[in-house]
């Protein structure tokens, strides 16, 4: 098969060589048991894994819930910073914030020890809470609204990483690799992303893998309620097939799928595997330079 040789190589290429990648070749799987099993840490079609929540709500759901890009990108109503913090940031992530929003923050229930204040400067690795406009340079992740005024609360990271130029190449090549793979499938907004290479190289690592190997079918790219319409890369995905089986409709095929996910190392290694009626959702936090942890864990 000289085409799917060829995606292998290219893949090979541009992951510098590491077996980062587990190799989905006979992975350990639940295939041959009940029909209506799941992997490990997994969860039943059409449940919810424990402890998960829809993001912005803090009750469990499914990437069903996630609602559709509001108008102009604007904040989802009753979004709040609380409900997307623990799908959005890694737990050591911090918020920076004057003493007003710090208060804000803390009513709508953020944990104290997870707000630093702005008095005392923005250290490496936190992120900034603000009310009004983004600071120069700042890249925002995510809006919400606030009562009463009509004015908005952005969280920022004050000093985003940018790809390299050849970061950015790679980025490109692994994109036209996976949409020239037959076996892919995707269309409208979600190859709309894809062929703009907006998406994390974390998670564009792992789409590629499986298209190479296996095929797989892309459902959506669905953004965390408070962060359409952001410039950050999408990093959640929901996966609608493996190899042509329906996910999770072909229940071997999905727990092959979910047990692949769930045998990645970092930085490959997803934070958030969960089966939904519409697919297998794989979901990557909030880092400021994915390209650049990629390229580190890959020479």
């Known amino acids: 098969m000289p085409f799917l040789s060829g995606v292998l190589l290219t893949l090979a290429v541009l992951l510098g060589g590491a077996a980062l990648l587990v190799a989905l070749d006979d992975p350990p799987s639940a295939a041959g048991g009940d029909p209506g099993s799941t992997a490990p840490g997994s969860t039943a079609p059409g449940s919810t894994a ?3 929540t829809a993001p912005g709500s803090g009750e469990p759901s499914s990437p069903a819930a996630v609602p559709s890009d509001p108008p102009g990108g604007s904040p989802a109503v ?6 997307w913090l623990p799908d959005a940031l890694p737990e050591d992530t911090d918020l920076v914030a004057s003493a007003a929003v710090r208060d804000e923050l803390a009513a709508q229930g953020v944990p104290a020890d997870r707000l630093r204040p702005a008095e005392d400067g923005v250290p490496g690795g936190t992120l900034l809470a603000v009310v009004g406009p983004a600071p120069a340079g700042s890249r925002v992740l995510a809006r919400f609204d606030r009562p009463g005024d ?14 390299t130029t050849e970061e950015l190449d790679g980025r490109r090549a692994l994109v ?18 894809l062929s703009r290479a907006d998406v994390d190289r974390r998670l564009l690592s792992l789409l590629a893998a499986l298209a190479a190997r296996d095929g797989i079918g892309i ?22 097939a493996l190899g042509g089986a329906p996910v999770p409709g072909d229940p071997a095929a999905t727990d092959r799928l979910v047990t692949w996910l769930e045998a990645q190392l970092p930085p490959f290694a997803p934070d958030e595997v969960q089966v939904t009626d519409d697919g297998v959702l794989v979901a990557f936090r ?12 890959t020479r």
């Open 286 to 297: 909030y880092v400021p330079d994915p390209d650049a942890v990629v390229t580190a864990a």
């Open 50 to 52: 424990p402890g998960s």
């Open 219 to 240: 459902g959506s790219f669905p953004a965390l309620t408070g962060e359409q319409g952001s410039a950050v890369p999408a990093r959640r995905v929901v996966l609608s």
């Open 150 to 163: 009509g004015s908005e609360l952005l969280v920022v990271d004050p000093a985003p990483g940018e790809p």
């Open 78 to 83: 009753g979004a709040t910073v609380t409900g």
């Open 176 to 193: 036209a690799a996976l949409l020239a793979n037959p076996t892919t499938g995707a269309t409208g907004p979600t190859a709309d992303v």
